[in-house]
């Protein structure tokens, strides 16, 4: 049992360069979201899935798009890298929508725009 | 707006000293709370968590209090060891949305234990 899986570890784009950031669960659960850490910060909501075909906004939307075509992916793609989005970014998990049961997190990916 | 924060932005304590970690939450239909570990380079790792209808919850070396009338929560960490060394997080779910709940973080408490 994986759980929660990002990839890549680690990326390094160039300003306007595009790249999607890959996230899979195997733990059949519903509720699907991505965070953005920044230092000193804690994590804030960039964009959340209720479900496979269902996806909105959080905190921080702006510059990232997503999509849930399966249960299991959960990819975040930017579209236009700028060095703002320079940051640690975790795919969580959890079984209900409603965030009463614990997340799970990935390791993470830490991207650098330059 | 609603917010999770903490008092203190670093904790450092004595190996085998109990460990006290504060988080404060303005969001009064939050119902779940969660405190996250989170070691340098990994993910959030879960600790422990606590509902709204309880003010107590004990794990293994571990309490959560939760005080809804001052809408505070604490971590409480017995003889705290060199492996506890990480930030920690509280979260809350902010269930004012309509499209279910959504984990609202607090800004982290990085606790040292010096041997």
Redesign the interface.
Known sequence: NAGVTQTPKFQVLKTGQSMTLQCAQDMNHEYMSWYRQDPGMGLRLIHYSVGAGITDQGEVPNGYNVSRSTTEDFPLRLLSAAPSQTSVYFCASSYSGAMNTEAFFGQGTRLTVV | GES?GLHL?TLSVQEGDNSIINCAYSNSAS??F?W?KQES??????II?I?SNMDKRQGQRVTVLLNKTVKHLSLQIAATQPGDSAVY?CAE?G?IYN??????????TELSVKP
């Open positions: 999770v932005p119902d779940y969660i996250y380079g990994k993910g959030p790792q879960f968590d509902r997080f779910n269930l499209q279910g709940g959504k984990l609202i973080f607090g800004q982290g």
